[in-house]
């Protein structure tokens, strides 16, 4: 039986989150949620387009920087992404907009410190997650807003 490298099982693992992470946005109740209600969203099919590309780029970021990533690092990025895919659930198909706001910013704060270490080792990684950072800033400003 051959040893699997453990990038090649962290590249595998952060794949299988994302694709969770895009059936969870394919399979909310987003069509029933008033975006039009909101003006400062932008239209439906959009934000799920460009949520699904973010999804991709952290994995990207991810595979760029597994090298680095130790254990904790490791399971704190996993988690982040768990977080990702109850949150599409708790906002849009729940409307339980308290719990996807707390949601939100546990993963927002799970992102900061992954932030540092890419920062610190890699700065293409640290690039490519300051855009994903900005998304994870709007939607947490989106969830504040609907919530207030």
Do not use: C
């Amino acid at each position: 039986m051959k040893k699997v490298s453990l990038k090649l099982l962290s590249i595998m693992q952060s794949y299988y989150f994302s694709f969770f992470s895009i059936l969870a946005i394919l399979f909310t109740n987003y069509k029933d949620f008033p975006f039009m209600n909101y003006s400062f969203l932008i239209g439906r099919k959009l934000f799920f387009i460009t949520l699904a590309l973010e999804i991709i780029l952290l994995n990207y970021v991810f595979q760029k920087s597994v090298i680095y990533l130790r254990g904790n690092d490791h399971t704190r990025y996993q988690f982040h992404l768990l977080l990702i895919v109850i949150w599409s659930f708790l906002f849009f198909t729940y409307h339980e907009y308290l719990l996807s706001f707390l949601t939100m910013l546990g993963s927002y704060l799970l992102l900061i410190p992954l932030l540092k270490l890419f920062h610190k080792n890699n700065s293409q990684a640290f690039k490519l997650s300051i855009i994903y950072f900005i998304w994870l800033s709007y939607l947490l400003g989106i969830n504040l807003l609907i919530l207030f």
